[in-house]
């Protein structure tokens, strides 16, 4: 019933999503992907968002924990977090087509607190997907086909959908949306370190930084992210840079020095730690199953 559900949507998707890859839409924080071919694990910085894939289905790793969502279930996420990811089940004649839709911070926490207090869930979970969140979806993008109605309806089809995913069971996922929303200062803190990631710092000055003790700061930044704060860091490095090797062509000693490594050795280290292999031969079997060739 559900994949019945689903395929008008994924005619819509697939009607407004022009070409593989990310496409960008005239509504705010709305973005379709399409892919016509499965892909290899890469680095993915997920944001809080929802997806919810209409046809073929796609896999994140983060944390040690696999997450598959297809159009039996969605994908939601409430905190910036690096991942892995691919694309596991697409084709030509059934390409991959899925819904991402950037979550509006006060609009959730309005709705998430209104729940009754309970415990936050892990920031990234997969839930059943209900025939009526695909169908507020659908009309959500529909509206790309009346653009004129976008200003004065995507609003309020974006307020239904923050509701039936909070009735629908993700409400625990979501109160890390609410929790952060404001001068929380985990939030900040790990806002901080997205965007310092490259410089070195120690757990103390991040402390300073958001008025936190470090065992405070610690102990609530692991409970958010699962990391530490210096191993989110790293995490955030890594991926970064496999990024530019596998996509901007960077030789390992490169993506080292520009993700803030002092030495390509312990770059190496970490990296072969993190992903199992050494940066070349990650990168090239990456580019490969991309079918990237950057030589110049």
């Not at 559900?2 to 496409?23: F, M, Q, T, W, Y």
Request: net charge neutral.
């Amino acid at each position: 019933m559900v994949r019945e559900e689903l395929s008008p949507l994924a005619c819509l998707i697939a009607r407004h999503a022009k070409v593989d890859g990310i496409n960008d839409t005239p509504i705010e924080r709305l973005r379709l992907m399409r892919s016509h071919s499965p892909t290899l694990p890469i680095p993915w910085a997920y944001r809080p968002s929802l997806c919810v894939v209409a046809q073929g289905a796609k896999a994140a790793l983060w944390n040690g924990q696999s997450y598959r969502y297809d159009p039996s279930c969605y994908l939601v996420v409430s905190v910036d977090l690096p991942a892995v990811s691919h694309i596991a089940k697409a084709s030509v004649d059934e390409p991959f087509l899925s819904f991402h839709l950037g979550f509006d911070a006060a609009l959730v926490a309005r709705y998430v607190e209104a729940l009754p207090a309970a415990p936050m869930a892990a920031p990234m979970a997969t839930t059943p997907t209900e025939p009526e969140l695909a169908d507020a979806c659908f009309r959500l993008l529909s509206l790309l086909d009346t653009p004129e109605d976008i200003a004065a309806l995507a609003p309020l089809i974006e307020q239904e959908i923050v509701y039936r995913l909070v009735k629908g069971g993700a409400g625990a996922t979501l109160r890390h949306i609410a929790g952060n929303l404001g001068d929380n200062a985990v939030g900040r803190a790990v806002q901080w370190v997205k965007g310092h990631f490259c410089e070195p710092f120690t757990v103390q000055e991040l402390a300073s930084e958001v008025g936190l003790s470090e065992s405070v700061l610690f102990e609530r930044f692991k409970a958010l992210t699962a990391l530490s704060p210096i191993h989110y860091r790293t995490s955030l490095r890594l991926h970064e840079a496999r990024r530019l090797m596998v996509f901007e062509g960077f030789d390992a000693a490169q993506a080292a020095y520009r993700v803030g490594y002092g030495t390509p050795s312990q770059f190496s280290r970490e990296y072969r730690r993190f992903f199992g292999h050494s940066p070349a031969a990650d990168a090239g079997r990456l580019r490969q199953g991309h079918g990237l060739n950057l030589s110049v």
